[in-house]
């Protein structure tokens, strides 16, 4: 079975910090990853993925993740928070050979702050 | 393309009382997925369907709660009779066959937002 663990339910940075949100993976095969963002009172929003192929992936906004295998790490990171980051952010894996299910992380709240 | 449509978008019902919630997938995704997000709970996987049918249904919370997908564009969620429990925001999410480049990425509704009183 695979499952993700998020680091920290609540960051706060300040505008024009870098944002770090932590995610850790388990999986008994390759995994896909990604990372999807919950603005208020809206569904969610696929920012980035990881499918086998480059290691560090680019998405909106700014934001990219590096898959590290040896780490079974997925950390997203964005060099300049901007207000308009401040949102809910949750990370997923999924079986490459599972199927579409998603198993999702209990997500990271960012604030950011002026 | 429209996106996933998710009705109603609030609902408001007293306890007892039979809530439907309604989702129409994005056309050609044979993946259909409900969730239930609750600030303590977080988001949770309900049931999902492949090709209209169900293929795992062990986060329905009881037998309260059913799920119907009687063509590829149109699912229902049911809860008879509705508790104060319920309250929730739910979501549909659909995603394309892993034959498609946009391998097993999920695209959510607005989601409906339940009060049960």
């Known amino acids: 079975a695979q499952s993700v663990t998020q680091l920290g339910s609540h960051v706060s940075v300040s505008e024009g910090a870098l944002v770090l949100l932590r995610c850790n993976y388990s999986?008994?095969?390759?995994?896909?990853l990604f990372w999807y963002v919950q603005y208020p009172n809206q569904g969610l929003q696929l920012l980035l993925k990881?499918?086998?192929?480059?290691?560090l992936v680019k998405g909106i906004n700014g934001f990219e993740a590096e898959f590290k295998k040896s780490e079974t790490s997925f950390h997203l990171t964005k060099p300049s928070a901007h207000m308009s980051d401040a949102a809910e952010y949750f990370c997923?894996?999924?079986?490459?050979?599972?199927?579409?299910?998603?198993?999702f992380g209990t997500g990271t709240q960012l604030k950011v702050e002026l | 393309d429209a996106g996933v449509i998710q009705s109603p978008r609030h609902e408001v019902t007293e306890m007892g009382q039979e809530v439907t919630l309604r989702c129409k997938p994005i056309?050609?995704?044979?993946?259909l997925f409900w969730y239930r997000q609750t600030m303590m709970r977080g988001l949770e996987l309900l049931i999902y369907?492949?090709?209209?049918?169900?293929?795992?249904d062990s986060g329905m919370p009881e037998d309260r709660f059913s799920a119907k997908m009687p063509n590829a564009s149109f699912s229902t969620l049911k809860i008879q009779p509705s508790e104060p429990r319920d309250s929730a925001v739910y979501f549909c999410?659909?995603?394309?066959?892993?034959?498609?480049?946009?391998?097993?990425?999920?695209?959510f509704g607005p989601g409906t937002r339940l009060t049960v009183l």
């Open positions: 999410a659909s995603s394309p066959s892993r034959t498609r480049t946009r391998q097993n990425e999920q695209f």
């Open positions: 999986s008994s095969v390759p995994p896909y």
């Open positions: 990881y499918t086998s192929a480059a290691t």
């Open positions: 997923a894996v999924s079986l490459t050979g599972g199927g579409n299910k998603l198993t």
């Open positions: 056309s050609g995704h044979d993946y």
């Open positions: 369907f492949n090709n209209n049918v169900p293929i795992d």
